[in-house]
């Protein structure tokens, strides 16, 4: 029950303090695993939590583990078996290292792996193989009886199941450090839901609900508080509520209680090993369903609330100009009418291209330099001789993306903070050029800068819509190069990763 990317301790180098925390947790949680069930005359642990802990030992630190994993079994065999044959402690140690290696190559190594195959699925598959394998080291080395191999290979592969379900991704989550008192406050209801699960069961295979409901369908009243919990749970606490379960129904089927209370034959186990597998897997697979839900929800809103900012911030054109523009267009009706129809002409259109592309984020630089030349045209009009301007950008560099507007914008300031304040008037010269990865889009105009120039509304939204487009990969100034002429230069990555 944990993430599947790459843990940055695969690429770190494997310390000899990691390597004791390996080998002490596998055989300290072997130790507390141990004792319980007989089979074939033999103990065989009801929830072999080891089986979890080596699985996200490996998931962590990959086969560098492997070392480790073996001497906590063998010292874990060593100290609660004393008296079997070496070959088959070496035999077996190698076995549980192999199950828990296995599995955490096909459950967290494949991020194309669903939820569903590695909570069930990866359990069996693992667990399955190692168990035979197991009975059959137990059987040759007189641990089992030959005619009880077949129940204690179903015993060992079930308690398996339920250590790499239960116990794999709550270890996965506390080596990886996942668990947020800060996050567990705002889980709260699920905290108590889950609680509440707990004790339900435990009210249950007491016995609290006989008179009214059979023990088996008693055994089932947890789970809508289980669904609860889980759904509103991130996975790190859900991969601890799956591991209270299993360690408090088991313990309350060891204590004689509930309708999996286990008998001298300890096949009852077998029944206790699937619920706890299928209540842990109703919890595994909503909690990490639900969190990809909440996820994808919080995605979609800011991705919403980032387009609606966006959009918010994408300039149209000024009042201003649209006042300056009808005021020439007003002059030029009665002293040249041909002047004053191509005007509006050209301002229609203008105010077209500017409505088919409210709602995009991004156009071609092409399409921009088009309205541009238009708001070129009209500010001619106003004024003549006074405005001279040049365009070099290559045709290759006309399918380059921009926001829309945003060069306009520039053009527009360059015209009337630049060329407007200059009684002779000036140059404005719109120039592109591309490197390795980037276009380099330059407007430059007569005039000097305004001191607060930089920090004001425009500077600030562009910069905000380049970030919000291209992140860091572009770039945007605007300084005076020398005395007589400003410089507005805008850095665009040739191809954008991000468009709305």
Known sequence: MGPTTEPDSLKS????????????????????????LQAGGRTVSPLWITAGVSMAFFVCYGWRAASAVVSGHLALGWLTAPDRQMWATFGLAAIFAAEGWLASVAGYRNRRMTAGWRCLAVAMLCAVPGALLATAVLTFSGGIAADSSGSAALLIALSHAQGLVAFGGLTLHLLRRDFSLAKLKHERNGALAGIAALAAAGLAFQGFSNGFLAAG?????????????????SPAPASLLAALWCVSVTALAYAGMGPFAIDATGMDFAELGVYNIVMVAVIYLVAVESSGLRKAEAITMARGYQE?????????????????????????????PAKADQAITSLASLLRRSLRTSGVSLINLGEELERIEVLLRLARLRYHDRLQTHIHVPDQLLETLVPPMLLFNLVENAITHGIGSLELGGMITISARATRDQVHISIRNSGTLDGNATRGNGTQDALQRLEMLFGGRAKFSLSQMDEKTVSADVDLPLSPTYQL
Do not use: C, E, M
């Open 13 to 36: 180098p494997f310390t000899l303090s990691q390597w004791l925390l390996v080998a002490v947790g596998t055989g300290l949680s072997g130790f507390l695993a141990s004792g319980g």
């Open 217 to 233: 369908s008693a055994a089932l009243l947890p789970l809508p508080l289980l669904v609860i919990a889980a759904f509103q749970l």
């Open 308 to 336: 609606a900012k966006l959009h918010n911030l994408q300039a149209n054109l000024s009042p201003h100009f649209l006042f300056n523009t009808l005021n020439v267009i007003r002059a030029l009706v009665y002293a040249d």
